[in-house]
């Protein structure tokens, strides 16, 4: 069983920067894949980010690559998100998960654990 809360949502206006981060509770959280979901009023569950149980791989949804770095520490047992040059359109309730899938990571029915969601509203 894995708990994860996120935290570090908030209001930005567009071109700011935002770090979310996800705390784990457990002793097993290096042996999970990490990923970042958003989802906006109406819209699906869309990927954002994942990381390998490692560190060693990342993975971008194309509307966040090069503006976005995941990343984790597993002594810590926390994973970030970094969002710079934020747009109105990555407004969305940001929700941080875990899997031990061995790929598929943009898919979000692999992912075994969630959080509750942070919100991420960016203004223009």
């Known amino acids: 069983q894995v708990q994860l809360v996120e935290s570090g949502g908030g209001l930005v206006q567009a071109g700011g920067s935002l770090r979310l981060s996800c705390a784990a509770s457990?002793?097993?959280?290096?042996?999970?894949?990490m990923g970042w979901f958003r989802q906006a009023p109406g819209n699906e569950r869309d990927f954002v980010a994942a990381i390998s149980w490692s560190g060693g791989n990342t993975y971008y949804a194309d509307s966040v690559k090069g503006r976005s770095t995941i990343s984790r520490d597993n002594a810590k047992n926390t994973v970030y998100l970094q969002m710079n040059s934020l747009k109105p359109e990555d407004t969305a309730v940001y929700y941080c998960?875990?899997?031990?899938?061995?790929?598929?990571?943009?898919?979000?029915?692999?992912?075994?654990?969630w959080g509750q969601g942070t919100q991420v509203t960016v203004s223009s």
């Open positions: 998960a875990a899997t031990r899938a061995q790929g598929g990571y943009n898919w979000y029915p692999n992912y075994a654990y």
């Open positions: 457990g002793r097993t959280f290096s042996s999970y894949a």
